[in-house]
């Protein structure tokens, strides 16, 4: 009788096991990494039209900065001279750091005013310019690479510095990461259509609230991902607001075809009044 009740505790013991091992799992796999799988779903790749070429005059320059394992981190960088202790972090869509992210860049500098811009190259140089190669590049993105240079901007930065975040599609589940790994030092995140990073324990280290904007008609990042994001948020006590437009997924891209102006227009200045009241609090 004993031997019969050990095993019976001994199998719902591996079965409870088996269950937190799988519970484990799905949360990970539906973290902003999990987007990077998406790029292999069916019609992902021809919702990202090849960007059109812009004219940029840019603004900033790059910049390398040490990492620990010794591969340089680039960095489309634009500081003002001083002690300027503000800095928006921009990461780029799964194109790359393309003129358009650091047209993008440039516009913040100069319209948040006291503000330094650092927008991040987390695929080390590469640019893509058609959807292979862009699919191709966000997979290849470990997170370990990519916390390296998430860390060698931040170490750039400095500890007494205050931080926002701003990214889009790939970009925006990172530009959430790098808002967490940031810490104390946040101030706050934009996500533009992105996966959001949905791990309690996680998201238990965001310092902020969050500015989440998607598109209705987005396949992928969609009014299902906004919901969770709400409910998770409401468990966390944390605050998030949502903005959804009647637009598809990269809407506020002028170089794509799906470009959505009236949408893009609402969501860059939500965008923008956001950024300058968090900077302007600090």
């Avoid at 990494?33 to 090849?50: I, Y």
């Avoid at 440039?106 to 006291?114: A, K, V």
């Avoid at 590469?126 to 292979?132: K, L």
């Avoid at 925006?172 to 309690?200: D, F, H, L, N």
Wanted: charged share 25%.
């Amino acid at each position: 009788m004993k031997k019969s009740t050990l095993s019976i505790l001994s199998l719902l013991a591996i079965l409870l096991i088996a269950c937190n091992s799988e519970s484990t799992k799905q949360a990970s796999e539906n973290s902003s990494s999990s987007f990077n799988k998406k790029s292999d779903e069916e019609g992902f790749a021809e919702a990202h039209d090849e960007p059109e070429a812009i004219a940029l005059e840019a603004t900033g320059k790059m910049m390398l900065l040490p990492t620990k394992s010794g591969d340089s981190a680039r960095v489309y960088s634009l500081i003002q001279e001083g002690n300027n202790a503000q800095y928006l972090i921009v990461l780029h869509e799964w194109w790359g750091l393309n003129d358009y992210i650091k047209q993008e860049s440039d516009y913040f500098y100069q319209e948040l005013g006291n503000v330094n811009v650092m927008a991040l190259d987390l695929y080390d140089g590469r640019v893509a310019i058609n959807r292979e190669d862009a699919q191709n590049y966000m997979k290849s993105v470990s997170d370990e690479r990519a916390y390296e240079i998430i860390d060698a901007a931040l170490n750039k930065i400095g500890p007494d510095a205050a931080v926002a975040t701003i990214g889009w599609c790939f970009g925006g589940g990172w530009s959430m990461k790098t808002a967490i790994r940031a810490g104390i030092q946040t101030q706050g995140c934009v996500m533009y259509y992105g996966m959001p990073v949905q791990e309690k324990e996680k998201l238990a280290k965001l310092n902020s609230d969050l500015l989440f904007i998607y598109g209705t008609q987005d396949n992928w990042i969609n009014k299902e991902v906004a919901d969770q994001l709400k409910a998770n948020f409401r468990t966390m006590n944390k605050e998030v607001e949502v903005l959804a437009f009647d637009a598809n997924h990269a809407f506020a891209n002028p170089t794509q075809k799906s470009y959505n102006e009236k949408a893009a227009r609402e969501a860059n200045s939500a965008a923008l009044e956001y950024l300058k009241a968090k900077f302007n609090s600090y």
